[in-house]
């Protein structure tokens, strides 16, 4: 019988330093939170500040860096040290979310490449974030083992990256697992999602639009599958090397059924509108099987969908300023929508080219906007080339080529397709301070 432990002397045992990949994001933010209220050698990666989820950590718990760029994959290892680690980096969740490259250098590339570096580290547990859209079709109630129809990029790629962990797992002995959650929900969950849209409805005496009420969810509150990744970390036998563990209720909850809970609990009178358009990966039966967790790691969620939407209009009501809440979730998703492409002629430009990177850097930045750099090397006699690679090893928006003799400036031109292009480089100028 496993010895039954309070959450805090489960995060007590944790082999440490332990580091939170994707510390910046919904879940990863609601681990590293939890983690933080009783370690100081908790860890979390955030790709850019600010981070609105990590507001009120120490900054020195929270590492910036760009973990698609190797050698920063690899200066955050040597820095931390982990002996665990918890892998909450994903893109692709979001209706957004539709750049296949990038869900798929996301989700399965750095998965590839950390566990390379990983199986030659003294590593107690890695614990990955997969997803129940791994069963993609095959959703209702199905176990580890049941054959997986992915539907989209994003569930190839979570399919995929639990293949490569079992693999790891078992073929190389390293201690990693993946846990498919269901739909996990709670404070900090981005605002464009639907419990975050009910709630601040709700509490407003009123429904959001509803897709299909017979679609449907297992939805997970935060808190329990926070303590899901610590129990995995914490329990980890080498027999469960590799394996895949479902992270749910088990509880199918139909859409209908959240608006008859939301009416129940904020009073609301009106009636709902089923009239929003079905995502295509929108099924009417999609909900856990936990049997296996539950024999082997003694993890089953606490909290009813009940109790758990009553806790998130809590945490709701209790923000100082709600409508910078939703802001917030608005501006710090980058605009992936609008995009441009600036492309800068140089020519015995080695000490210009970085200003030009980091104002540039900081217009894109502020302007929230998808965005590459573009230095054309004009056969320069210095060594310019030699900076602008330096800069692109670590910023993979920055890309060089280097002509082998001068060119015409013409040739260097502002590239309007696939991208919109800025017209030049005196336009963005103007947008910059003094």
């Given amino acids: 019988m496993r010895e039954s432990l309070s959450l805090q002397e489960k995060i007590e045992r944790l082999q440490g330093p332990i580091l939170v990949l994707g510390g910046s994001g919904f ?20 790709s850019r500040l600010p981070a609105w989820r990590l507001e009120g950590l120490p900054s020195q718990h929270v590492k910036v860096t760009d973990l698609l760029i190797d050698s920063n994959l690899d200066q955050l290892l040597a820095a931390v040290q982990p002996r665990t680690i918890i892998d909450c980096v994903a893109y692709g969740a979001y ?14 590339n750095l998965v590839s490449r950390l566990l390379a570096r990983l199986k030659d580290r003294r590593i107690s547990a890695y614990v990955h974030a997969g997803s129940s859209s791994e069963y993609g079709f095959n959703a209702s109630g199905p176990g580890e083992n049941t054959v997986l129809e992915p539907n989209s990029h994003y569930a190839v790629s979570k399919a995929a990256a639990s293949q490569l962990i079992y693999f790891y797992g078992k073929r190389i002995g390293l201690p990693c697992v993946n846990l498919r959650l269901y739909s996990v929900y709670g404070p900090l969950e981005d605002a464009s999602r639907l419990i975050p849209n009910l709630v601040r409805c709700g509490v407003e005496g009123r429904y959001p639009e509803f897709v299909d009420p017979a679609i449907s969810r297992d939805f997970l509150y935060t808190d329990d599958a926070v303590e899901a990744f610590v129990d995995l970390a914490l329990n980890l036998t080498e027999a469960d090397y590799g394996e895949s563990f479902n992270i749910g209720t088990g509880q199918k909850t139909t859409i209908r059924e959240c608006a008859e809970l939301a009416q129940q609990l904020f009073s609301i009178s009106a009636a709902p509108v089923f009239t929003m358009p079905n995502r295509e990966w929108d099924l009417p039966d999609w909900y856990a099987d936990i049997k296996k967790v539950r024999a082997r790691m003694g993890w089953e969620p606490r909290t009813s969908f009940h109790d758990g939407l009553m806790h998130t209009a809590e945490w709701f009501r209790s923000l100082p300023n709600r409508e910078l809440y939703f802001q917030a979730s608005k501006r710090f998703g980058l605009d992936t929508k609008h995009s441009v492409s600036a492309i800068i002629a140089c020519y015995r430009d080695n000490r210009a080219i970085p200003v030009m990177y980091e104002r540039l850097k900081a217009t894109f930045t502020r302007l929230n906007i998808d965005h590459e750099i573009i230095f054309v090397n004009d056969g320069s006699p210095d060594d310019s080339e030699e900076v602008i690679r330096q800069i692109s090893q670590n910023d993979r928006r920055v890309r060089g080529i280097s002509h082998s003799d001068r060119r015409p400036h013409s040739a260097a031109a502002w590239r309007l397709q696939p991208r919109i292009a800025a017209c030049c480089w005196t336009a963005i100028c103007k947008t910059l301070p003094n």
């Fill in 27 to 46: 879940i990863g933010a609601n681990v590293l939170r939890a983690l933080s209220r009783y370690r100081d050698d908790a860890y979390g990666t955030a």
């Fill in 95 to 108: 209706s957004f979310e539709t750049d296949s490259q990038l869900i798929y250098q996301t989700n399965f």
